[in-house]
């Protein structure tokens, strides 16, 4: 996902995210925030494309690798999207499901639906 590679772009250039709102505003005239990237960076945010444009420049890699497109398999890795929104959730930010705040239980229940559900398909695959 976007946020993942931006995270990892990010710390791989011992950045902080306050930092790198900094750079991106001072060079492309934005106006990002630490909040902004820290939700695209938490997955609970998609940028828009100008935004992708505007980040893979600053790092100097394609579009493509924050779209992670696989042209020739076009597949998603299931157990690293669950373990990354397990993962965002993990990060006590405010939590939206369908634009309605989550309270803290719901939030709760949810991360340990999706962790139950990552034990399961962690236990089928293994039995392949």
């Known amino acids: 996902m976007f946020g993942d590679v931006l995270h990892k772009l ?3 250039k011992k950045l902080g995210m306050e930092k790198l709102a900094d750079e991106i505003n001072s060079k492309y005239g934005t106006t990002y925030s630490k ?7 938490n997955n609970l945010s998609d940028p828009k494309m100008e935004t992708v444009r505007i980040m893979a420049d ?4 394609s579009i493509d690798l ?3 497109l696989d042209q020739e398999t ?4 299931a157990a690293h999207e ?3 929104l397990i993962n965002s959730l993990n990060m006590n930010n405010k939590i939206l499901f369908d634009g309605t705040d989550m309270h803290k239980e719901d939030v709760e229940a ?6 139950s559900t990552l034990r399961l398909f962690n236990h ?5």
């Open 10 to 12: 990010r710390t791989e």
């Open 74 to 77: 076009n597949t998603i890795d």
């Open 35 to 41: 909040s902004m990237i820290s939700r695209w960076e």
């Open 66 to 68: 924050f779209l992670e």
């Open 58 to 61: 600053y790092f100097q890699v």
């Open 124 to 128: 089928v695959s293994k039995r392949k």
């Open 82 to 84: 669950i373990q990354s």
């Open 110 to 115: 949810l991360k340990s639906s999706l962790e």
